[in-house]
């Protein structure tokens, strides 16, 4: 069974930094590309990147230069490190993965910037 778990939630100045981790399990971790989204109240769900297998990262315009994606495979965890935070960076995040047939998500977590 694939399970998703993101951590790293709560308040957060403008302008401040934050780091996300989402932690894995059920997949071969070192594998498998994983996403980071992002859902506001009222929009929808929005990739802010993703890494592959192999460490490559690619970005939301959005996000690009403050946010980073990294990954530990020994621990089986992604992790989102934001920087220079807005008011506008408030959403549920949620991390993603997929296999052949299936694609996961995690249960999200919340923050929000004061």
């Known amino acids: 069974q694939v399970q998703l778990v993101e951590s790293g939630g709560g308040l957060v100045q403008a302008g401040g930094s934050l780091r996300l981790s989402c932690a894995a399990s059920g997949i071969i971790f070192p594998f498998n590309a994983m996403r980071w989204y992002r859902q506001a109240p009222g929009n929808q769900r929005e990739l802010v990147g993703g890494?592959?297998?192999?460490?490559?990262?690619n970005y939301a315009d959005s996000v690009k230069g403050r946010f980073t994606i990294s990954r530990d495979n020994a621990k089986n965890t992604v992790y989102l490190q934001m920087n220079s935070l807005k008011p506008e960076d408030t959403a549920v995040y949620y991390c993603?993965?997929?296999?052949?047939?299936?694609?996961?998500w995690g249960q999200g977590t919340t923050w929000e910037v004061t």
């Open positions: 993603s993965t997929s296999t052949t047939f299936n694609e996961y």
């Open positions: 890494i592959t297998s192999g460490g490559i990262t």
